[in-house]
């Protein structure tokens, strides 16, 4: 469990985090989205004590991260994988995180071949190391101690299509043992891919948070039925606010309050209850989860230190910061 309370961060007179709050579950991966410079490695350095917040505060497995007694046992991170001695070789480098930690030797090893370091790689440099190896190698770090929270920064960066897909199933994993993962990730598509919920940040401040589910779905739902007008007829009379487009598909807004608890299986039972025959019904996401980050930050993210109050955001589909 990761709760966060109100953070907010200034340098000098920049804010680079303001009033930021949310919680990660157990169970679940939390994305964490943001343009460059959204507050997102501030917020992260707070909840994991490197950065002292101004305000607010952050606990991680029930305490503030620096009062963990051996905290590598309950929190992996994942900050930055080119933060390794380039000397030593990678089962070296974990071997010492394991004995500093009081774990086996042999959790390294297996780790190694977990992460996808077998032998030849585990036993070179680190220095000799591509970006996408360290990263493994960080991901190994941050498992060492058996944690139940994983808390990582831009773990994807560097790595090839089969290293994502590998690392989205061993979090998928990890999550599905009870533990709690928060990723941060600019990398949209690898987040709509890997998580269950998201906070999305812009200009220091939460823009948009929730279930992914419910924050793709508050796109509305796209219909396309044999007789275009019909359709219309029938949701006008229903009083769901919808828009017929020139392809000749209707989009519902499920996210005008008039359509509260409307969702696919009630539409598809509107439309048979008047013998109107659907050829098409599904989320309105087919730009998905970019859509809905580049109208987030751009309606809630002003510079940081421009001081604008998530309130003071245009209404918007995605807006259910909660
Ligand atoms: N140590 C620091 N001193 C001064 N300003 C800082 C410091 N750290 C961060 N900032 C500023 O705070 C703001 C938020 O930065 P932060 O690194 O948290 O954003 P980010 O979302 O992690 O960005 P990126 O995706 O580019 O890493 C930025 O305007 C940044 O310039």
């Not at 996808?116 to 070179?124: E, F, I, N, V, Y």
């Not at 220091?204 to 739902?221: F, I, K, T, W």
């Not at 730009?287 to 001081?307: C, K, M, Q, Y």
Request: charged share 20%; hydrophobic share 40%.
């Amino acid at each position: 469990m990761i709760s966060v309370q109100s953070l907010s961060k200034r340098y000098g007179s920049q804010t680079a985090v303001a009033d930021v709050s949310f919680s990660c579950e157990p169970g679940t991966i939390t994305g964490f989205l943001g343009p460059n410079g959204a507050g997102k490695s501030t917020t992260v350095r707070m909840i994991t004590g490197l950065t002292r917040p101004d305000s607010g505060y952050a606990t991680v497995a029930g305490l503030p991260f620096t009062q963990l007694r051996n905290p590598a046992r309950r929190v992996g991170t994942l900050l930055d994988a080119a933060a390794v001695h380039p000397g030593r070789t990678g089962r070296a480098t974990l071997r010492l995180t394991a004995d500093l930690i009081g774990m086996p030797p042999s959790r390294a090893d297996d780790l190694l071949e977990d992460v996808g370091l077998p032998r030849g790689a585990a036993d070179r440099r680190v220095g000799t190391y591509s970006l996408g190896m360290r990263q493994r190698l960080g991901i190994a770090q941050a498992m060492i101690g058996e944690p139940e929270v994983l808390i990582l920064d831009e773990p994807a960066n560097g790595l090839d299509p089969e290293g994502i897909a590998w690392m989205r199933t061993l979090l998928r994993s990890f999550a599905a043992d009870g533990g709690t993962v928060l990723l941060s990730s600019h990398l949209l598509g690898e987040v709509q891919a890997t998580v269950d919920r998201l906070v999305v940040v812009g200009g220091g401040r939460v823009v948009a948070a929730g279930s992914l589910d419910e924050l793709l779905s508050s796109a509305g739902l796209v219909l396309r039925a044999t007789d275009p007008r019909a359709l219309a007829r029938v949701l006008f009379e229903a009083g769901l606010p919808h828009v017929v487009h020139e392809d000749g598909s209707t989009v519902v807004d499920t996210s005008a309050p008039a359509a509260s608890g409307v969702d696919a299986e009630s539409i598809a039972r509107l439309a048979a209850s008047h013998g109107l025959v659907l050829l098409e019904l599904r989320q309105a996401d087919r730009t998905g989860i970019e859509d809905l980050f580049f109208s987030v930050t751009r309606a809630g993210g002003a510079p940081a230190g421009a001081g604008r109050p998530a309130g003071d955001m245009p209404a918007s589909p995605a807006e259910v910061t909660r």
